[in-house]
């Protein structure tokens, strides 16, 4: 079974308006980690944001921000104002046993590629 | 502010070759991971190493790879005999303890 699931292959969204991309995670470790980062077409990996399990509060970093639901097991990412520099690949990934002091591999999604329409 | 940092950019290899990928980590980082990113499909986990010894490590993660922290600032992944199903982009990431992983900008390998 997938642990992290991205059900939208691509997705379009007109430049200021938000769009959110949808993540949905499988685990049975009560502490794990949700990361999302993005992809640009040049290549790099970069992090855009992080919640923890036992976080009370969803995450927010500047114009993104992770809508946790924990009991759906969904941990979707919302950018808001789209820029045409948003344009990318965004990865959706799990770390399990998140609990202080643990390294622990990341699990990735298959990825949704958002395109920002002028 | 400090970046992982990967050479070279780009690797074209004959199959059957040796190949060793070069990641300088963030300088204060403890754990150390290699992935793979085959075009077009998702980021899979290869290896973790923490403290000079794999920590973790996957099923791709055969007797063909291994990898070295040779000094105090280079975190090394070798592969022994390339083949074809290898060409990827490999990244380098470093983190310390709970927080994010920071990627390198990536390797791309191109196995001939």
């Known amino acids: 079974a997938q642990k992290i699931t991205q059900t939208q292959p691509g997705m379009f969204v007109q430049e200021k308006e938000a769009v959110t991309l949808d993540c949905t995670y499988d685990t049975s470790d009560p502490s794990y980690g949700l990361f999302w980062y993005k992809q640009p077409s040049s290549g790099e990996m970069i992090f855009l944001i992080y919640?923890?399990?036992?976080?009370?509060q969803n995450a927010t970093e500047g114009r993104y921000s992770l809508n946790f639901q924990k009991a759906r097991k969904s941990a979707n990412l919302v950018i808001s104002a789209s820029q045409l520099g948003d344009s990318a690949m965004y990865f959706c990934a799990m770390r399990e046993g998140d609990n202080g002091g643990s390294q622990g591999n990341l699990i990735f999604g298959k990825g949704t590629k958002l395109s920002v329409k002028p | 502010e400090p970046e992982v940092t990967q050479t070279p950019s780009h690797q074209v290899t004959q199959m059957g070759q040796e190949v060793i990928l070069r990641c300088v980590p963030i300088?204060?980082?403890?754990?150390f991971y290699w992935y793979r990113q085959i075009l077009g499909q998702k980021v899979e986990f290869l290896v973790s190493?923490?403290?000079?010894?794999?920590?973790?490590k996957s099923e791709i993660f055969d007797d063909q790879f291994s990898v070295e922290r040779p000094d105090g600032s280079n975190f090394t992944l070798k592969i022994r005999s390339t083949k074809l199903e290898d060409s990827a982009m490999y990244f380098c990431a470093s983190n310390e303890g709970r927080q994010p992983q920071h990627f390198g900008d990536g390797t791309r390998l191109s196995i001939l």
């Open positions: 919640q923890g399990s036992y976080d009370q």
């Open positions: 190493f923490y403290n000079n010894e794999i920590s973790e």
């Open positions: 300088s204060n980082h403890l754990y």
